[in-house]
């Protein structure tokens, strides 16, 4: 099956793409583009669908630069390929031929491009990782390779909509302790339950920090099952593990 890429207009000319789950080698509860080494996926499977991601990104298996992605607001500058994965959860490069990947399933994947300056970044953005400031963190890590957060555009991937993200009142005062104006983010939902808006946080954040453009596409990946793996609706399924989906800019 066609691997099933999903772009936007506002990071062209730069070649990227929003892997869907479709087209890849994994079943089960995995079936399709699982690209996530950290599941319990076949290993063979997953190195499968990884190559095949990076021959749609046209660069070889090991220019496909990943990070071990853990909610913080840590950026590495990617100089080359290499083995390792550094803890960290956004990337950023001056340097062509090199890919940067996240890995997400819920959360948000946001690729970010300066194409005057040659200068590219991908960020996980969940929760506590927005909240910390990834996202200026990777703007930040971006001008010190030359790009200007006004001339950078930013998209946010498919990632889980307000009407499906249910949370506590304890998460709701995490956010008010920083910033009460994050209220905007949260509707009510039933009883003492609320429905955040992580795009709604991420797109803010990006505004406030300056940059030239940002957008979300819209899709919500609860939602769609066929598209697109989610963590919340694999718990809620009760099922044992999730795939990843793979999000990717180069220049």
């Known amino acids: 099956m066609t691997l099933e ?21 994994s079943s089960g509860i995995y079936r399709g583009l699982n690209c996530g080494l950290g ?20 660069v070889p298996p090991e220019n496909l ?17 290499s083995p ?16 940067l990947s996240i890995l997400t399933a819920d959360c948000q994947p946001v690729l970010f491009s300066d194409p005057a300056a040659g200068v590219i970044g991908a960020a996980h953005a969940g929760w506590r990782g927005t909240l910390d400031g990834v996202l200026e963190a990777t703007l930040e890590a971006m001008e010190s390779l030359g790009a200007r957060r006004e001339n950078t555009a930013a998209v946010i991937g498919p990632t ?16 008010m302790m920083q910033d009460e ?24 954040k990006l505004r406030q920090a300056g940059i030239g453009a940002a957008e979300w596409n ?12 989610s ?10 593990d999730y795939g990843r989906l793979i999000s990717c800019i180069r220049l």
């Open 160 to 175: 889980i909509s307000q009407r499906a993200y249910e949370v506590g009142p304890e998460f709701f005062d995490d956010f």
């Open 5 to 25: 890429i999903l772009t936007s207009d506002l990071l062209a000319p730069v070649r990227h793409g929003f892997f869907t789950r479709k087209g890849g080698a």
């Open 231 to 240: 963590y919340r609706r694999a718990t809620h399924a009760k099922e044992a």
């Open 218 to 229: 819209r899709y919500c990946t609860y939602s769609d099952a066929e598209k697109f793996f």
């Open 181 to 204: 104006s994050f209220a905007r983010f949260f509707a009510s939902g039933e009883g003492d339950r609320y429905l955040f808006d992580l795009p709604g946080l991420g797109l803010h």
């Open 39 to 58: 599941s319990t996926d076949q290993r063979e499977a997953v190195q499968i669908n990884r190559n095949r991601v990076a021959a749609a990104m046209e």
């Open 84 to 99: 390792e994965r550094p803890r960290a959860d956004a990337m950023v490069t001056n340097v062509p031929g090199l890919a």
């Open 65 to 81: 630069s990943a990070v071990h992605q853990v909610h913080s607001a840590d950026v590495q500058v990617i100089t080359g390929p």
